[in-house]
């Protein structure tokens, strides 16, 4: 076997562990408010309100501006590059409003997702080429760490052998590169949540696909310590008949992690996968009143799930600022507590808690 020569030096493994460490610390998870253009103008449509730049700069102020109570619920913001460099309405840049706070700062790093050739619709993510001189530039611009998305599908064939390879050794890749420079990455291997699946095949799709990710890390020797793991919650297709308890998913989701997350990862910050608010939040409860061991820190990195009511909230009215802001911290405040397992909120999933799933969620 041919000798690995040292990737990172002593100081740089510690600072990366530190900084996963601070982003998950007891509590806190992230807002994920890293939505493209073309994202940002499915939610935007979904109230009204016209896909601007000052629009979508708008809304993030709202999100924002909460107060301090929001500081001991969220540990990191993941940006877009657009919203990097935007500024609130006195001229304050959104990146120092969030360091003040004693937030960390993160930002996409992917060019998103495209085409897989040789497969049944399946999918890559590009953006690895100029990723090292991005990461400098991010880096002196106050990120502290990144995030890069890749989409897996559950179907009768996929996802493919090739598709999960491919997509684990981007994501290695990614990594590699971020930590060379200070930048902790978020690894997140998102699989849809379309289709009629039930939970043990979505259980089984998460194992193979969590196997692939951690191999592929292992071979690109990436600071497993310096990372964290978004990942999507073990649960059924849409479209599947069978319905599964909060326990039923939680046991399904944690013993999938047992079986592919090796313990050095810091944290594990799940995705909402199109999940009604009320659901991602009791379903993030369960998973930490699991009865199973669970070595790592268990957390969220919502975007929907922590912004819908405040969207809804707001509707592109000056007037409604303040309460959407209001529906974010609330939101906020009890994802805060369900990571900590000590949400006791009913399960209210009805007309007023719609999910927030679009199909095949892309970039």
Known sequence: MSQQFPALSETQKRDLHETALRIVSPGRGILAADESVGSMAKRLAQVGVENSEENRRQFRQILFSADDRINSCIGGVIFFHETLYQHTDHGVPFVKMIRDKGILVGVK???GVVPLPGTCGESTTQGLDGLSERC???RKDGASFAKWRCVLRIS???PSKL????NANVLARYCSI???HGIVPIIEPEILPDGDHDLRRCQYITEKVLAAVYKAMSDHHVYLEGTLLKPNMVTPGHSCSTKYSPEEVAMATVTALRRTVPPAVTGVTFLSGG???EEATVHLNAINNCPLSKPWILSFSFGRALQASALR???GHKENEKSATEQFIKRAEV????CQGKYSGADNCGETNPRIYGSYHTY
């Not at 598709?163 to 491919?166: D, Q, R, V």
């Not at 994802?335 to 369900?338: E, H, R, T, V, W």
């Open 156 to 158: 009768d064939t996929n």
């Open 275 to 277: 999940q009604s608010e």
């Open 178 to 180: 971020c930590q060379q």
């Open 136 to 138: 400098v530039q991010y």
């Open 313 to 315: 909230a707001w509707r």
């Open 163 to 166: 598709a999960i390879n491919e």
């Open 109 to 111: 790093v992917d060019k």
């Open 335 to 338: 994802n805060s507590l369900a």
